[in-house]
């Protein structure tokens, strides 16, 4: 993953993941999060400075998400909070909250820490270049 | 998916301004006295007094569809070499595989299977683009498969020996007013438009990044690629600015019900 931030004159963070050589945008112009998104993988995200953590609101995600390879799952009804910070200069930290009354009881949250990778560069990875599995996959 | 996009729009259309991220005002763009988007506007500058070519961009064409999203935008994603006099310098067996590839209705055209376009094609396709000038790093994201393109402008040089990819690896470096992009390691097999017009490893492509204008942006791109061409060869793309609008999630392989319909002979 890497992160870069624009300007405030452009109020804009993306994220570009190596994993199918997709991005992310999260506005940090201040902007509403829609009130009747259009459902979509990433969802809508808005974000702003509370002291040196980043928080970042996001909603208008699809239902039938997979949150790990184990099948945790989110719905459109979620609303997740991001709070980033970045300690010293290898180390971010994201601190995330899930809030889906349709899937959860009650909200939770995780705590992921990611160090810098120096001296590379992210790879073309193309998810479905000479894709070979998808007919060997079998349930029970 | 124009339709798609052309749904959303009707949708949105009714909807209370700023309700919807579609129709959500672009920040920073300077409008006439009636906020109207002033597109003649001089264009942005970055901080070093170089021009700013960040913004959401779409080919510019003939068509007289507003929305963007129009697949007639410019007819030059059909076929490249429709404005050249003469058409491409094609070396014969490049000659032979447009032939083939057109004889089989152009049905492994990667745009149709959802792989990668490349450099060159994507700046032809009709979805929006978003720039994103950084000092040191352009990004380019693409509508088209939620994708993105990195260009250095750190002054790095390309590699001697590149990892083939379907975007190859670019660096570019300010010519005036002008960023001039060189790249390299653009894999074998790539098609530049729906036509199949080849592209090989061994391409050099240069692009001549412009923005005269608030709501203009123009690249020039040529190809150095003496595999499949006997001589160099350039084309002109111009690209329009779509204000206060923003992009989709468009994923190729999303509920993908095409593939297993593409015939050829």
Not at chain 1, 6 to 35: K, M, V, W
Not at chain 2, 9 to 20: D, E, F, V
Not at chain 2, 170 to 185: A, H, I, M, P, R
Not at chain 2, 232 to 252: G, K, M, R, Y
Request: net charge neutral; proline share 8%; aromatic share 8%.
């Amino acid at each position: 993953m890497a992160c870069i931030r624009r300007s405030s004159r452009h109020g804009l963070l993306i994220i570009l993941t190596e994993r199918n050589a997709g991005y992310r945008q999260i506005f940090t112009d201040g902007r509403p999060l829609p009130e009747d998104p259009n459902p979509s993988w990433n969802g809508y995200s808005s974000g702003k400075w509370e002291g040196d953590t980043l928080v970042v609101q996001t909603t208008g995600f699809r239902d039938d998400m997979w949150l790990d390879a184990s099948g945790s799952p989110l719905t459109s009804a979620a609303k997740v909070t991001e709070r980033y910070r970045r300690p010293s200069f290898g180390k971010l930290q994201i601190e995330i909250t899930v809030d889906d009354s349709k899937a959860y009881t009650k909200p939770w949250t995780i705590q992921l820490n990611q160090p810098l990778k120096a001296d590379t560069e992210l790879l073309d990875y193309i998810c479905l270049e000479n894709e070979r599995d998808f007919t060997h996959f079998v349930g029970k | 998916m124009n339709t798609t996009r052309l749904a959303l729009w009707l949708l949105t259309a009714a909807a209370p301004l700023g309700a919807q991220w579609l129709n959500y005002p672009t920040p920073g763009i300077p409008r006439l006295p009636d906020g109207t988007p002033n597109l003649s506007a001089p264009v942005p500058r970055t901080a070093d007094g170089k021009p700013d070519l960040s913004g959401l961009w779409e080919p510019t064409g003939s068509s007289s569809s507003t929305f963007v999203g129009n697949s007639q935008r410019d007819p030059k994603f059909q076929d490249v070499s429709l404005e050249m006099k003469g058409g491409l310098p094609l070396q014969p067996w490049a000659a032979e595989l447009v032939k083939a590839r057109r004889a089989e209705n152009n049905k492994d055209d990667p745009d149709t299977h959802c792989q990668p376009l490349g450099p060159i094609k994507m700046h032809l396709h009709p979805y929006p683009r978003k720039i994103i000038q950084t000092p040191g790093l352009l990004v380019i994201l693409f509508e088209r498969d939620t994708a993105y393109r990195q260009i250095f402008t750190d002054g790095r040089p390309l590699p001697e020996d590149p990892q083939p990819s379907f975007n190859g690896y670019s660096s570019g470096k300010w010519e005036g007013d002008q960023l001039v992009v060189k790249t390299n390691g653009i894999r074998d097999g790539t098609w530049l438009d729906v036509s199949g017009t080849p592209l090989t490893s061994a391409a050099l492509v240069t692009e001549r990044f412009r923005r005269p204008s608030f709501g203009r942006l123009e690249i020039d791109i040529t190809v150095d690629d003496s595999k499949a061409y006997t001589k160099p060869w350039s084309i002109h793309v111009n690209q329009s600015l779509a204000s206060d609008t923003e992009l989709l999630e468009f994923v190729c392989l999303e509920n993908e019900r095409d593939i297993r319909h593409l015939v050829g002979k």
